[in-house]
């Protein structure tokens, strides 16, 4: 795509400076090591194949998060959106899930979703708790604003966090947003941020080396719970 870099200038919104995400890596229910790590624009090719299928499965919103997801990533790869960032999880090198997210100011962070590729492992609980993780202690964030766009995530966030209704409108439209205070974070952390650092050589070079891509057939199975769950 040829660029016009004058016009781009005008185009692209200023992006506040932010620290990376400081990779850890999570054992699961099943005994399998999930690093999750931050990744940059350059890796949204690959997120848009894993996230293209869910946006036509027509079970817990998968088709709403799937296309929001999807329109999001583009905007960010391509400088159409303010401040966003992405954190994945990796199990042997493949995607299992992701989270976006954004800073609405250098004080307060904006959540946009949180995407499950392998469901029954708490992955995007996990993955949630990242995302909240990197707002509150590594970019320093003093809360997040949160919306919920199914029963799931209602109970994932705003129940086990025990997060504050507020009357402010979310950006994603929907129902007003509920807010994660520092306090509340710090409050939850010790039964809901889990993980390791550092992430060993092998684990985060296995990981870095390539963003795998299951299949669409694999994907659909994964997320409608065809394989006995």
């Given amino acids: 795509m040829a660029v016009d870099m004058e016009l781009e200038s005008i185009l692209r919104p200023p992006e506040l400076s932010m620290v990376p995400y400081p990779p ?25 194949k894993a996230v293209h299928p869910t946006m036509f499965i027509d079970k817990d919103y998968y088709n709403v998060v799937g296309a929001r997801v999807y329109a999001e990533l583009i905007a960010w790869q391509y400088y159409r959106v303010q401040n966003e960032f992405c954190i994945i999880g990796q199990v042997e090198g493949i995607l299992v899930g992701l989270v976006n997210s954004r800073l609405y100011t250098k004080e307060t962070g904006m959540s946009l979703h949180t995407l499950a590729i392998d469901r029954g492992l708490r992955i995007g609980a996990h993955l949630f708790a990242a995302k909240m993780e990197h707002h509150i ?17 209602f109970r994932r966030w705003m129940t086990e966090y025990g997060l504050e209704p507020t ?9 007003p947003a509920y807010r994660l ?7 939850a952390k010790s039964r809901l941020v889990v993980g390791d650092r550092p992430v060993s050589d092998a684990l985060l070079e296995e990981a870095k080396q390539d963003i795998i891509v299951a299949d669409e057939k694999m994907i659909r199975e994964k997320i409608a719970g065809l394989k006995g769950r």
């Fill in 137 to 153: 202690e590594f970019l320093e964030q003093d809360d997040v604003l949160i919306v919920a766009e199914s029963p799931i995530g």
């Fill in 181 to 187: 205070t520092r306090e509340l974070y710090f409050n």
């Fill in 167 to 175: 009357g402010i409108p979310h950006e994603l439209g929907g129902a």
């Fill in 24 to 48: 850890k890596v999570i054992t699961l229910a099943n005994g399998k090591k999930m690093v999750v790590r931050e990744v940059t624009r350059r890796d949204v090719p690959k997120l848009l």
